[in-house]
Nanobody, 126 residues
Framework: VQLQASGGGLVQPGGSLRLSCIVS????????IGWFRQAPGKERTGISC????????YYTDSVKGRFTISRDNAENTVYLQMNSLKPEDTAVYYC????????????????????WGQGTQVTVSS
């Protein structure tokens, strides 16, 4: 089981980025995916997730309405479209997966995920 996150970079406030999480060794039909981020000096926190079963999506309040998670099972890829980026979105972004994960509307908890990809840096600055 491997996950590889990519698509980070430097963007101005108000700009957009699309992160990709390419998975291998398992099928998105059976594994849910979460996106997390970790800013310097802060804990890693969950921001979005997508259910393995019906594709239900969940977002933390800080990104709701600006970020969109989606998946392409044929391409084994999960995306995180990030719009209206703010300086406080600056962080290293990680994707994670776990078999049978169906999402949690109350909290996207890193303890619910077994497999992690390396991070991709997102910097929002003028």
């Amino acid at each position: 089981v491997q996950l590889q996150a990519s698509g980070g970079g430097l963007v101005q406030p108000g700009g957009s980025l699309r992160l990709s999480c390419i998975v291998s060794g398992f099928s998105l039909d059976y594994y849910g995916i979460g996106w997390f981020r970790q800013a310097p000096g802060k804990e890693r926190t969950g921001i979005s997730c997508i259910s393995h079963s019906d594709g239900s999506t969940y977002y933390t309040d800080s990104v709701k309405g600006r970020f969109t998670i989606s998946r392409d099972n044929a391409e084994n890829t999960v995306y995180l479209q990030m719009n209206s980026l703010k300086p406080e979105d600056t962080a290293v972004y990680y994707c994670a997966s776990d078999r049978g994960y169906d999402g949690n509307p109350l909290k996207i908890d890193l303890d619910d995920f077994t497999y992690w990809g390396q991070g991709t840096q997102v910097t929002v600055s003028s």
